[in-house]
């Protein structure tokens, strides 16, 4: 059974951080494209951020410079560590697994307040 699971989510002041955490099971992580997804009320999910096996790494132009994501092979964990948070930052967090399947987690909540 493939789980994808959040951690780190929560409520924060603008300027701060958060990390997030991702822990999987059931997938072969080292050859999936790992990234993290977000939605915010009354908007579209979009890409935040991803990293594949080979370590190339993409992010959204809205967050360059303030997050970073990473992984850890030997975990199974992909983590995104954001600073400078931003209001415009609260949303749902999404873990997702992209190799021969895509799967997804079941989201944290990020909550930045000015």
């Known amino acids: 059974q493939v789980q994808l699971v959040e951690s780190g989510g929560g409520l924060v002041q603008a300027g701060g951080s958060l990390r997030l955490s991702c822990t999987t099971s059931?997938?072969?992580?080292?050859?999936?494209?790992m990234g993290w997804y977000r939605q915010a009320p009354g908007k579209q999910r979009e890409l935040v951020a991803s990293?594949?096996?080979?370590?190339?790494?993409n992010y959204a132009d809205s967050v360059k410079g303030r997050f970073t994501i990473s992984r850890d092979n030997a975990k199974n964990t992909v983590y995104l560590q954001m600073n400078s948070l931003k209001p415009e930052d609260t949303a749902v967090y999404y873990c997702?697994?992209?190799?021969?399947?895509?799967?997804w987690g079941q989201g944290t909540q990020v909550t930045v307040s000015s």
């Open positions: 059931g997938i072969i992580f080292n050859i999936n494209v």
């Open positions: 997702n697994a992209r190799g021969l399947q895509e799967f």
């Open positions: 990293r594949s096996p080979g370590g190339f790494t």
